[in-house]
C-alpha cells in the first residue's frame, strides 16, 4: 500500500444568506479515483510551483487553495483574508494520503458566478450547512468526514462575523483520524477524544469522532 503523503489545500468559502451563513460544495466527477462522487469544498494538490512561489509549507498551502479554487469554481480569493482553520491527514490504510490545510474563506453575496471546470468539478451548491448535512442523513449527497465535522461546526455559527471569531479563537487541530469499530458501526476518532490514545471507543469522557452510519456519516463532539 502506498504510504506516501501529498500536500494538498481546501478552501472552505462562507457567505451570508437569507436564512443564516451558507458554504459552497463542488461535486467531484464520479470518474475520478480519489473521492469520485462526493461533494467537496474546493482544493487539490500543492503543486512544485507554489512551493517554489512560497516563503513555507503554509504560505505554499494557501497559494495552492486559491489556485484550485479558481481552476474548479472560477472565484478567486484572496490569499491574505483566508483563515486556517484545521489540517487533517488521511490516515494510513486509506490507501492513498493526503495532509490537507483547511482555510476560511468569507465572499460577499455579489460575488461572481460559480464556473465550476466539467473535469473534475461537474456541479455546484450553495447552501447552509445543516441543509448539507441533512441531504447526506438522507443518502442524497455523498460527503467524507472532513466535510462532515467542518458543515457540523459552521451550522452552530449563525453568520460569517461568528464562524471567523469561532476559528480565530480555536486553536488550529492537525488531525489524524484513528480508525476502529464501535458496536459494530465503524467509528473514526480524533485527537480529545477520550479513546482517541487507546483507540478504545468504549472509554468514558470527551468525544470527538464520527460514526458511520446507513453510509453516512454523523459526527460526535461532546466535552465530557
Avoid at 443564516?20 to 473521492?35: C, F, S
Avoid at 494557501?62 to 484550485?68: D, L, T, Y
Amino acid at each position: 500500500m502506498n504510504s506516501e503523503i501529498s500536500a494538498a489545500a481546501t478552501a472552505v468559502i462562507i457567505r451570508d444568506g437569507e436564512k443564516g451563513i451558507e458554504t459552497l460544495l463542488l461535486r467531484r466527477h464520479r470518474q475520478l479515483k480519489v473521492g469520485g462522487g462526493h461533494w467537496v469544498f474546493p482544493g487539490g494538490r500543492v503543486d512544485p510551483e507554489d512551493y517554489q512561489a512560497a516563503d513555507d509549507d503554509e504560505h505554499a498551502a494557501r497559494i495552492a487553495g486559491v489556485r484550485e479554487t479558481q481552476e474548479e469554481s472560477g472565484l478567486v480569493l484572496d490569499i491574505e483574508s483566508l483563515l486556517f482553520l484545521s489540517h487533517w491527514t488521511t490516515p494510513p490504510n486509506m490507501g492513498r494520503r493526503f495532509a490537507t490545510w483547511f482555510y476560511l474563506a468569507a465572499v460577499n453575496n455579489d460575488v461572481a458566478e460559480v464556473l465550476v471546470d466539467g473535469e473534475e468539478m461537474d456541479d455546484f451548491c450553495w447552501a447552509r450547512p445543516v441543509e448539507f448535512l441533512e441531504q447526506h442523513r438522507q443518502g442524497e449527497l455523498a460527503l467524507l468526514p472532513p466535510t462532515v465535522v467542518t458543515l457540523d461546526e459552521l451550522h452552530r455559527c449563525g453568520d460569517v462575523a461568528t464562524a471567523q471569531q469561532f476559528y480565530r479563537e480555536r486553536p488550529v487541530p492537525f488531525i489524524a483520524p484513528l480508525i476502529t469499530k464501535h458496536k459494530d458501526t465503524v467509528c473514526m476518532l480524533y485527537a480529545g477524544d477520550a479513546g482517541y490514545e487507546k483507540s478504545d471507543p468504549d472509554t468514558r469522557g470527551a468525544k470527538n469522532r464520527c460514526y458511520l452510519e446507513s453510509g453516512a456519516w454523523r459526527y460526535e463532539f461532546t466535552l465530557a
